[in-house]
């Protein structure tokens, strides 16, 4: 299956507080994290709703 390599990138200050769960929900914890993920629908879904706050790119 593929991965999705996730970092996070831009600061959830004074963004809501949905978007905030979103980041926490990947697993990210602070500024220019790394998580590795697989490439499922639901993974997905969650870095398009934030994609201006991440940089994400698929590994094999």
Do not use: C
């Amino acid at each position: 299956m593929a991965k999705l390599r996730i970092t996070w990138k831009r600061s959830t200050v004074g963004r809501p507080p949905r978007q905030e769960r979103v980041i926490a929900s990947l697993g990210l914890h602070k500024l220019n994290d790394t998580v590795i993920h697989n490439d499922t629908p639901q993974i997905r879904g969650m870095v398009n709703k934030i994609s201006h706050l991440l940089e994400w790119s698929e590994e094999e």
